[in-house]
């Protein structure tokens, strides 16, 4: 009798228990809001912050602070030969116009559509059926492994490797060769992080604690008066040499009359 009694009550929590399980399992998942933007450049450096403290951490293995300096060879070849050493540059020259004609076909691609259309609004990008999520993650990819196929060949050269060229610094000195060169041209970029490169090699020689004053004057000098950089000079010289010819151009009669 107590039985035929609990039975139902037993069923009815039962159905209860269930509907409040359907219910919960119908309610919208709230995601974390990916990061973007600033936000997301700070994370990034956050994170090379904290590899370049973990590989100075490493003493056994990659030497702490001071780094790995007794490199001599390059795929079995000794760097101190000068044969070797040029062959080295030749590798890095050759690599270098193998990125920039692979980065070069990726911007006149439709992928480089894409990635045009994502910076200027990624919403429309959504509407049109495609994951901006994605077509930026493919390009942070790329760029990554550009990136490392460049520090991999930048050690030979240099014959050191430490964990002060992992840091933020090496990151900043990157975009201001960036914003140097000019951000709208692929051949600019090259040339601004060769001319810092250059600049800075011989300016910490000359001036070894101010380099770093002349290289943040370089970075506001190139975004206050040459926002495209060296890259959009040669724009700016065809610009003057047509507006004479502009305003000295003969009129027409008929607009004359």
Aim: a positive charge; proline letters at 5%; hydrophobic letters at 55%.
């Amino acid at each position: 009798m107590v039985e035929a009694v609990r039975e139902p009550a037993v069923r009815a929590r039962r159905h209860r228990a269930a509907a409040d399980g359907r219910r919960r399992a119908a309610r919208p998942v709230h995601l974390p809001a990916p990061v973007k933007g600033a936000y997301f450049a700070i994370l990034s450096q956050a994170l090379a912050a904290a590899l370049a403290i973990w590989l100075v951490g490493q003493q056994a293995t990659t030497g702490g602070t001071n780094g790995l300096t007794d490199i001599q060879g390059f795929f079995g070849y000794s760097l101190d030969d000068p044969v070797n050493q040029r062959l080295v540059y030749f590798v890095i020259a050759a690599a270098l116009l193998l990125l920039m004609a692979i980065a070069r076909q990726l911007i006149n691609s439709r992928y480089g559509e894409l990635l045009v259309a994502v910076r200027d609004s990624e919403e429309r990008v959504r509407f049109l059926g495609y994951d901006p999520a994605n077509v930026k993650l493919v390009a942070y990819v790329v760029a990554a492994g550009m990136a490392g196929l460049a520090g991999a060949l930048f050690v030979p050269a240099v014959g050191i490797i430490s964990p002060a060229l992992i840091g933020i610094v090496p990151s900043i000195e990157f975009v201001i060769g960036a914003a140097v060169g000019g951000r709208a041209s692929l051949v600019g970029a090259v040339l601004g992080a060769i001319a810092v490169a250059w600049a800075k090699t011989a300016l910490s020689e000359e001036f070894p604690a101010a380099w770093t004053y002349f290289q943040g004057l370089l970075f506001i000098v190139a975004l206050a008066f040459l926002p495209g950089g060296l890259a959009s000079l040669a724009v700016l010289v065809r610009r003057r040499k047509a507006s004479p010819a502009q305003k000295t151009a003969p009129v027409p009669l008929g607009e004359a009359a």
